[in-house]
């Protein structure tokens, strides 16, 4: 009775296809030389000829079916140091093959799959690795721009010792280094009012907020007739007393304004990318200073892993969660800072605290929008990546006239030079 091939011998069937694909040139050679020689044997009735056809034809095939045999069981793993590395940085990768079978293995040749931004792809050659031992080896890797780059999967080139047939395997694991851009530590000045101790700048924050501010609740047995707010019991008809106090973090929302429209050109030195770095600077120096941060762009929220809000509590890793969402930050097409004026106004019912925006070209319109924004902050400061006209009438006029504190940019400006001048502009009241 016959019967369809069960799956193991489709496998087998097309393993075996796999292996005399991964004939060489020299392999092919031999085996056209091997025909030739035999087809030319049988016209001309040489039989020494067809001895040697038979030999050129045969050994290829035979190091097809010794590589197809062969039943490496190797582990393959990959680290990466650091696993988050700033642009224009070098991160270092090491690779590990360990041979966990019970035979050793042959020559094999152990290379790693990379996107070409960063650099070329890295080939080892390992000899030959005892049963239960390992090989360790290492490359570096560098990119200029910034983003999320897989690596991998990690893959083994087997080869017979005469070089007829090759193949590759590959491991299925591969693991992502993500590039996060520049950052320059910042001088710590006094914006928003803030004084020189932490707990002085909490005193000012919770100073911010109005006696209408305040949350009250019903009166409980045993409360303290001291915390009575008489504003509540009179509206209320019934006795009502102060929640207790609890310490609130100064607030601070950064904009990045990534539209396409608004910057010319594109690279690492484009004004963009200064945009990008110095907004990452901010976010970790204010996140140092004990600042509640969020991040907006003109799309909306740019980290949507932080809830409520948007603005980051004490979660350890907010920094890297910030840093992760400024990596992938691209040109957009919106028309203008709509959306971030919605996301602005609808974070929170209150008080912005501190605004600082880095912003591209703009035109009359979205001038008029920022002055709006202007009036939930308590202080504002713009960068401007693209400086634009400076006359009565520009975007840059209206917008101090507003209120805001503009501080030129762009590439070739230290951003630790344009803080500082934030400062001094700020001191001498030119945001008035």
């Given at each position: 009775?016959?019967?369809a091939?069960?799956?193991d011998h489709?496998q087998?069937?097309?393993?075996l296809?796999?292996?005399?694909a991964?004939l060489?040139?020299?392999?092919?050679?031999?085996?056209?030389a091997?025909v030739?020689?035999?087809?030319?044997?049988y016209?001309?009735?040489?039989?020494?000829l067809?001895?040697?056809g038979?030999?050129l034809?045969?050994?290829p095939?035979?190091?097809v079916l010794?590589l197809?045999?062969?039943?490496?069981?190797?582990a393959g793993?990959?680290r990466l140091s650091?696993a988050?590395?700033?642009?224009?940085t070098?991160?270092r990768?090491?690779?590990?093959?360990?041979?966990?079978?019970r035979?050793p293995t042959?020559?094999?040749m152990?290379q790693?799959r990379?996107?070409?931004v960063l650099?070329?792809?890295?080939?080892f050659?390992?000899d030959?690795?005892?049963?239960?031992?390992r090989r360790?080896?290492s490359?570096?890797?560098r990119?200029?721009?910034r983003?999320?780059?897989?690596?991998?999967?990690?893959?083994?080139?087997?080869?017979d010792?005469f070089?007829?047939?090759?193949?590759t395997?590959?491991?299925?694991?591969?693991?992502?280094?993500?590039?996060?851009?520049?950052t320059?530590?910042?001088?710590?000045?006094?914006?928003a009012?803030?004084?020189?101790g932490?707990?002085?700048?909490?005193?000012?924050a919770l100073a911010?907020?109005?006696?209408d501010?305040?949350i009250?609740?019903?009166?409980?047995?045993?409360d303290d007739l001291r915390?009575?707010?008489?504003?509540?019991?009179?509206?209320?008809?019934?006795?009502?007393?102060?929640r207790e106090?609890q310490p609130?973090?100064?607030?601070c929302?950064v904009?990045l304004?990534?539209?396409?429209?608004?910057?010319a050109?594109?690279g690492?030195?484009?004004?963009?990318?200064w945009?990008?770095?110095?907004a990452?600077?901010?976010?970790?120096?204010?996140l140092?200073?004990?600042?509640a941060?969020r991040?907006?762009t003109?799309?909306g929220?740019?980290?949507?892993g932080l809830?409520?809000?948007?603005?980051?509590?004490d979660?350890?890793?907010?920094?890297?969660l910030?840093l992760?969402?400024?990596a992938l930050v691209e040109?957009?097409?919106?028309?203008?800072?709509?959306?971030a004026?919605?996301?602005?106004?609808?974070g929170?019912?209150?008080?912005?605290?501190?605004?600082?925006?880095?912003l591209?070209?703009?035109?009359?319109?979205?001038?008029?929008?920022?002055?709006?924004?202007r009036?939930?902050?308590h202080?504002?400061?713009?960068?401007?990546?693209?400086?634009?006209?400076?006359?009565?009438?520009?975007p840059?006029?209206?917008l101090r006239?507003?209120?805001?504190?503009?501080?030129?940019g762009?590439?070739?400006?230290?951003?630790r030079e344009?803080?500082?001048e934030?400062?001094?502009?700020?001191a001498?009241?030119?945001d008035?």
């Amino acid at each position: 009775m016959s019967g369809a091939p069960g799956p193991d011998h489709e496998q087998h069937r097309g393993s075996l296809r796999t292996a005399l694909a991964g004939l060489t040139t020299r392999g092919r050679s031999f085996l056209a030389a091997g025909v030739a020689a035999g087809v030319c044997a049988y016209v001309l009735g040489q039989a020494d000829l067809l001895r040697v056809g038979m030999l050129l034809a045969v050994l290829p095939l035979v190091c097809v079916l010794v590589l197809h045999r062969t039943r490496y069981r190797v582990a393959g793993s990959r680290r990466l140091s650091p696993a988050r590395v700033p642009a224009r940085t070098e991160a270092r990768v090491q690779l590990r093959v360990d041979n966990v079978s019970r035979l050793p293995t042959g020559l094999l040749m152990l290379q790693d799959r990379v996107p070409y931004v960063l650099g070329p792809r890295p080939r080892f050659i390992l000899d030959r690795v005892e049963p239960g031992g390992r090989r360790e080896v290492s490359y570096r890797v560098r990119s200029d721009l910034r983003g999320r780059y897989p690596l991998g999967p990690l893959q083994l080139r087997l080869t017979d010792p005469f070089g007829m047939c090759e193949l590759t395997r590959s491991f299925s694991q591969y693991d992502t280094l993500t590039v996060v851009p520049r950052t320059e530590p910042l001088p710590p000045v006094r914006l928003a009012g803030e004084h020189g101790g932490h707990g002085d700048g909490r005193q000012r924050a919770l100073a911010l907020a109005g006696d209408d501010d305040v949350i009250p609740r019903g009166y409980r047995h045993g409360d303290d007739l001291r915390r009575v707010h008489w504003r509540s019991t009179a509206r209320h008809g019934q006795l009502m007393v102060r929640r207790e106090e609890q310490p609130q973090r100064p607030r601070c929302t950064v904009l990045l304004d990534t539209r396409r429209a608004a910057y010319a050109g594109s690279g690492p030195d484009s004004p963009f990318e200064w945009a990008v770095e110095g907004a990452a600077s901010v976010c970790l120096h204010l996140l140092e200073r004990g600042y509640a941060v969020r991040l907006i762009t003109d799309t909306g929220p740019a980290a949507p892993g932080l809830e409520g809000s948007g603005f980051g509590g004490d979660s350890p890793d907010l920094a890297g969660l910030l840093l992760d969402a400024l990596a992938l930050v691209e040109h957009s097409a919106e028309p203008g800072l709509s959306r971030a004026y919605d996301a602005l106004r609808g974070g929170t019912g209150g008080h912005e605290g501190l605004l600082i925006a880095f912003l591209g070209t703009l035109d009359a319109e979205q001038a008029h929008l920022l002055s709006r924004m202007r009036q939930r902050a308590h202080r504002a400061v713009a960068f401007a990546a693209e400086p634009g006209a400076e006359d009565g009438e520009s975007p840059p006029a209206t917008l101090r006239e507003a209120g805001w504190t503009m501080v030129p940019g762009g590439p070739g400006t230290p951003m630790r030079e344009a803080w500082h001048e934030a400062d001094t502009a700020m001191a001498k009241g030119l945001d008035r």
